[in-house]
C-alpha cells in the first residue's frame, strides 16, 4: 500500500479531487451504458411481444370481419 | 475451410454464441476491474513527477485504445455489412456505436481533468484532444443516422457507410502526436524500446486495459441481443423465445400470490 492513511489515500497528495473526479466520472459512465443494456433488454422483450399481440389481433379481426 | 463459419451468419445461432459468450467476458471485466483499480489507486508507486496526478492513466489510457479499438471493430463490421450483406455485422456496428461512445467520452473527461493539474487547462485544441473529439462526433453520426431512418434495411446501410468513412480519423489520431507538435504527450506503451514505463506501472496497466476491453466485449454482447430480438421479431424462434419469457413470468406471479 503507498497510502499511510485512509485521509492520505482519499487526498491523493493534493490532486485528490482530479484523481476522485475521473474515477467518478468512469464509474458512472460504466455502469449508465451497463445498466441501459441490461435494461433494454426486458424493454426490448415488453416491444417485440406487443407489437405480435398487436398484429395477431389485427389479424383475428380482418378474418372475423370476411 | 472456412466453412465452419457459415452457421454464425444465422441470426439464432449468433444469439446462443452471445449468451454463450457473455458469462465469461462478464466475469473477466469484473475481476479485472476490481484488480485494476486497487492496484492501480493504492498498490502502484506514485510519479516521482507527477506525483498521485498520474493515477488517472489507469484509466485513461484504457479508454482512449478501447475508444479506437471499438471503432476498428465497428469499421471492420461496417466493411463486413457493406460489401458481404450480412445483417449480424450491421447489428454488431450498431451494437458497438454507443459503447465506443461512452469509452471516448471517459478518455475526454479523464484526459481533461488531467490536463488541468499538469497543463494547467482542463481543454487546449491539441491535435490529439481534437481529433478524439471528432471520434466522439462520429460515433453519435452513427448513432443518430441509425435512428433517423424509419427502414431499419437502409438506416443500417447508411451508418455503415458513415462508420467506414469514419476509420481515417483512427491513423490521425495515433499518430497527431508524431505529425503535430502537440501538448499531449508522446506514446508510452506501444513504444517496444522499453524504459518507457516501468514494470510496477505496466503491469496494472494492462490489467486496466483487459478490464476494459472485457466491458466493452461484454456490453457489446448485451446490446448486440436486444438488436438481433428487435430485427427478428417476425421469426419462430424470437416469438418461441418471448412466449417462454410471459410464461416464466406468469409462474413468478403466480408463486407471489400462492404466499
Known amino acids: ?66 | 475451410m472456412w466453412k465452419w463459419l457459415h452457421p454464425y451468419a444465422k441470426a439464432q445461432t449468433a444469439y446462443r454464441l452471445c449468451n454463450t459468450l457473455l458469462p465469461y467476458f462478464a466475469v473477466v471485466a469484473v475481476a479485472s476491474i476490481i484488480i485494476g483499480w486497487v492496484w492501480g489507486l493504492g498498490f502502484a508507486p506514485a510519479d516521482y513527477q507527477q506525483k498521485d496526478s498520474y493515477r488517472i492513466i489507469f484509466i485513461h489510457v484504457p479508454s482512449a485504445i478501447l475508444s479506437m479499438g471499438a471503432y476498428s471493430s465497428m469499421a471492420i463490421a461496417a466493411f463486413i455489412a457493406l460489401v458481404w450483406q450480412l445483417r449480424n455485422a450491421e447489428l454488431a456496428v450498431i451494437a458497438i456505436a454507443p459503447v465506443g461512445a461512452a469509452m471516448t467520452l471517459i478518455a475526454l473527461i479523464t484526459g481533461a481533468a488531467w490536463g488541468k493539474p499538469m497543463w494547467g487547462a482542463w481543454w487546449v485544441w491539441d491535435a490529439r484532444l481534437t481529433s478524439e473529439l471528432i471520434l466522439l462526433f462520429l460515433y453519435l453520426g452513427v448513432i443518430s443516422l441509425y435512428n433517423a431512418f424509419e427502414d431499419k434495411g437502409s438506416a443500417g446501410r447508411a451508418s455503415c457507410i458513415l462508420a467506414l468513412v469514419g476509420a481515417i480519423n483512427l491513423p490521425i489520431i495515433h499518430f497527431s502526436v508524431e505529425w503535430w507538435n502537440t501538448l499531449h504527450q508522446g506514446a508510452t506503451i506501444t513504444k517496444f524500446d522499453g524504459g518507457a514505463i516501468d514494470a510496477s506501472m505496466f503491469w496494472p496497466l494492462m490489467v486496466n486495459i483487459l478490464a476494459f476491453a472485457a466491458f466493452v466485449g461484454t456490453v457489446v454482447l448485451m446490446r448486440l441481443k436486444n438488436e438481433i430480438l428487435l430485427r427478428e421479431k417476425h421469426r419462430p424462434w424470437v416469438k418461441g423465445l418471448i412466449t417462454n419469457q410471459t410464461q416464466l413470468e406468469n409462474q413468478n406471479v403466480g408463486d407471489k400470490n400462492a404466499v
Do not use: P
Open chain 1, 1 to 66: 500500500m503507498q497510502f499511510n492513511s485512509f485521509s492520505d489515500f482519499i487526498s491523493m497528495g493534493g490532486y485528490g479531487f482530479y484523481v476522485w473526479l475521473s474515477f467518478g466520472s468512469c464509474a458512472l459512465i460504466l455502469l449508465g451504458i451497463f445498466l441501459d443494456s441490461k435494461l433494454s433488454h426486458q424493454r426490448t422483450l415488453n416491444a417485440v411481444s406487443k407489437q405480435l399481440e398487436r398484429e395477431a389481433r389485427i389479424k383475428k379481426a380482418k378474418q372475423e370481419s370476411k
